[in-house]
């Protein structure tokens, strides 16, 4: 009898191998600017306009685009350059980020069965469950941000949006099947190119009305503050949409890894999206009336139909971040033991982190046509966007805390004050977004997603554990039954049994009942149990 057979299966590993050479260094960095950056460069399409939504009341006065100016850039550079790119980064479970892993580097440090490590557990998969919740806002909302520029060519195209936005996703969730390699060479040139039109329309309109880098200050945003008091924190939840797809970033670090990550985001996407979004202020100053789509009133009129198609495609592919991270984010679950084990198709020989889970990928696709056909604009879903991602991202900070305080003895000086720091800001986001759940039914479908996620992961999770201590009460251990079968032995047949089972300590339940009912045992009989390895292939 053959004991201890191990089959092996994918898990993370210490991110890309073999791309030491600065050629794969500068093709990864492309393929990640295609496939990570997406989701957070084409917020310049809706957030500024969404900052002057007549919810608020604001007026695109000088002062006003001024301090919303400076407190979306200092969001940039809190939360997702200081807080994402420079340190939760460092918080990688064998290459692989997320709120997931996180969450298995946080209980990892802490004491098996203790109470904090359960509520370790309990937070991490309710970020990860208010990440499909974000995962299924991001693809509906860019991609009507996008083609709702046909409006602004001419306004009796307006009727064509919902229905070309629902064809665009259709072809983005049918080509995942290609794999984040494939999508991403094809998409990195894509995204380069928008990054680079973001940039040029920036400079081409901050050279009209240079006073407005003014707002690199910090000052502006303590000024719109000071004016505006209680009702500049509700004005966040606006402005939260420009740090959205921070997690994002996070996410599909096992796509890539870290170092392709940084070298865009600092090299490329933020230069990139500060230049838009001051460029879109500058056009504000000088044309109040713009605020009604400022992202293609910025650019001339000879060249808003070829944005139009570029912004277009950047939308489709920015929904790729969301829903690799989602593909990611549902892998860690299930090795965790938080979902029954769907189909992972693994889509690079090289890189395990690359994967496509079709069941995820069709479920997301439903749930985006209906979101599509019920809100059908961008300034109806922004009003559902944010609390999920402001949500996730306070969790996020909390697992840092707890990972930089067990597992980071020598960072944790400097870390766990930055905590504090991140606390008070995603407090603040999540309070602004909170607000929203008051005045409008949008708010609670994020909610409602988390809430049913969180529900089914844990009760899957309960279930298991309730299986496996009946399995462990009702089997007999293997070295007691091995001494028992030498003394009295069964009758054996030619041939070899294969035998499943998750604890290699406990008889399967299927040889008993064998022996119990036909009263016979195989020539070979195999114990096989599943082990994942970190390695792509064994």
């Known amino acids: 009898?053959?004991?201890?057979?191990?089959?092996?299966?994918?898990?993370?590993?210490?991110?890309?191998?073999?791309?030491?050479?600065?050629?794969?260094?500068?093709?990864?960095?492309?393929?990640?600017?295609?496939?990570?950056?997406?989701?957070?460069?084409?917020?310049?399409?809706?957030?500024?306009?969404?900052?002057?939504?007549?919810?608020?009341?604001?007026?695109?006065?000088?002062?006003?685009?001024?301090?919303?100016?400076?407190?979306?850039?200092?969001?940039?550079?809190?939360?997702v350059t200081l807080k994402y790119v420079l340190v939760i980064m460092r918080a990688d479970n064998e290459g692989e980020g997320g709120i997931m892993a996180l969450t298995a580097l946080a209980q990892?440090?802490?004491?098996?069965?203790?109470?904090?490590?359960?509520?370790?557990?309990?937070?991490?998969?309710f970020g990860a469950s208010l990440f499909f919740g974000d995962g299924m806002i991001t693809p509906p909302i860019t991609v009507l941000g996008a083609v709702e520029g046909l409006a602004v060519i001419s306004p009796?195209?307006?009727?064509?949006?919902?229905?070309?936005?629902?064809?665009?996703?259709?072809?983005?969730?049918a080509g995942q099947?290609?794999?984040?390699?494939?999508?991403?060479?094809?998409?990195?040139?894509?995204?380069?190119?928008?990054?680079?039109?973001?940039?040029?329309?920036?400079?081409?309109?901050?050279?009209?009305?240079?006073?407005?880098?003014?707002a690199l200050s910090p000052m502006w945003a303590i000024h719109f503050f000071a004016e505006h008091g209680w009702h500049a924190v509700l004005v966040l939840g606006a402005v939260v949409l420009t740090v959205t797809g921070g997690e994002a970033l996070y996410a599909d670090m096992g796509h890539f890894g870290a170092k392709p990550i940084r070298w865009g985001w600092f090299g490329f996407v933020l230069p990139a999206l500060v230049l838009n979004y001051f460029g879109?202020?500058?056009?504000l100053l000088d044309d109040p009336r713009a605020v009604a789509n400022p992202f293609y009133m910025s650019a001339p009129d000879w060249a808003q139909v070829p944005l139009l198609v570029l912004a277009t495609t950047a939308a489709a592919i920015a929904s790729q971040a969301v829903i690799t991270g989602a593909f990611s984010v549902t892998r860690q679950a299930i090795q965790l033991g938080y979902l029954p084990r769907l189909q992972i198709r693994h889509t690079s020989r090289d890189t395990i982190g690359q994967i496509y889970v079709p069941s995820i990928n069709w479920m997301l696709f439903a749930a985006v046509i209906v979101l599509v056909l019920a809100f059908r604009s961008s300034t109806n879903l922004a009003t559902a966007y944010g609390l999920s991602v402001t949500g996730t991202m306070l969790i996020d900070t909390l697992l840092l805390a707890v990972v930089a305080y067990t597992r980071w003895p020598d960072a944790r000086k400097w870390v766990l004050p930055l905590c504090a720091l991140f606390l008070v800001i995603d407090l603040a986001f999540l309070i602004a977004n909170g607000e929203k759940l008051l005045t409008g039914i949008g708010a609670w479908v994020p909610l409602f997603i988390g809430i049913a996620a969180f529900t089914m992961m844990r009760t899957w999770r309960r279930g298991r554990e309730l299986l496996r201590e009946e399995i462990r009460k009702d089997g007999i251990q293997l070295d007691t039954f091995l001494p028992g079968l030498m003394l009295a032995p069964p009758v054996r047949v030619p041939g070899t049994a294969v035998f499943l089972t998750a604890?290699?300590?406990?008889?399967?339940?299927?040889?008993?009942?064998?022996?119990?009912?036909?009263?016979v045992l195989h020539e070979h009989n195999v114990f096989l149990t599943v082990d994942t390895l970190n390695v792509p292939y064994a």
Not at 37 to 51: Q, R
Not at 115 to 121: A, D, E, I, K, P
């Open 108 to 125: 990892r440090s802490l004491k098996s069965g203790s109470r904090l490590s359960y509520l370790v557990g309990i937070l991490g998969i």
């Open 503 to 519: 604890d290699p300590t406990v008889v399967p339940h299927a040889l008993m009942h064998n022996l119990k009912h036909n009263k």
């Open 156 to 173: 009796r195209l307006a009727n064509w949006v919902v229905p070309i936005s629902l064809l665009i996703l259709f072809g983005l969730f």
């Open 1 to 79: 009898m053959s004991h201890g057979t191990h089959m092996a299966s994918n898990a993370p590993h210490s991110g890309p191998g073999g791309h030491s050479s600065r050629l794969g260094l500068a093709t990864l960095v492309v393929a990640a600017v295609g496939v990570v950056f997406g989701d957070i460069g084409t917020s310049p399409l809706y957030t500024i306009k969404e900052m002057f939504n007549p919810h608020f009341g604001l007026v695109p006065d000088a002062r006003t685009v001024k301090g919303l100016l400076s407190l979306g850039f200092w969001s940039l550079i809190m939360v």
């Open 177 to 214: 099947r290609f794999g984040t390699a494939k999508v991403g060479k094809v998409f990195g040139p894509v995204m380069v190119t928008w990054f680079i039109v973001l940039a040029a329309l920036g400079i081409y309109n901050i050279l009209d009305n240079p006073i407005v880098l003014r």
């Open 280 to 283: 879109q202020g500058a056009v």
